[in-house]
């Protein structure tokens, strides 16, 4: 069995603490992805663009046409839609100006995608 040093046991310390607060600062997104008679749309692709990175995450929507981001970073603009079929949401963005903890942002998917 390893001895912990003196060394060793302040750094996994640290390492404990700083995730920690780095999760405490995160953020949650989440919302319900809607048609055009406000009825719930299961199986919708909801895109998640960090303006930053440009990375993308996506989350298909469950039988109650819900969907949830979580450990957002409150120091990020998001931009945000739903697609389904042939059909979009009108863009949101997501400001890291937007001091809310977890946000709430419905999305109703009512427009014909647009041809590249």
């Known amino acids: 069995m390893k001895r912990v040093t003196a ?4 750094l996994a310390i640290l390492l404990a603490v700083s995730l920690a607060m780095a999760q405490g600062d995160s953020r ?3 919302g319900t992805v809607i048609d055009k008679n406000e ?3 299961a199986s919708a692709v ?3 663009k960090n303006v930053r990175t440009m990375s993308v995450r996506t989350y298909i ?3 109650a046409g819900t969907y949830r981001f979580s450990g957002l970073d409150p120091n990020v603009d998001y931009e945000l839609h739903a697609e389904t079929d042939n059909l979009t949401s009108t863009p949101r963005t997501i400001s890291s ?3 809310r ?3 709430v942002v419905p999305l ?3 427009k014909e995608k647009k041809n590249p």
């Open 7 to 10: 060394v060793t046991l302040p």
């Open 28 to 30: 949650t997104l989440r």
């Open 39 to 41: 009825n719930p749309l």
């Open 46 to 48: 909801v895109h998640l």
């Open 61 to 63: 929507t469950d039988t």
């Open 97 to 99: 100006f937007d001091t």
């Open 101 to 103: 903890k977890e946000i």
């Open 108 to 110: 109703k998917v009512d």
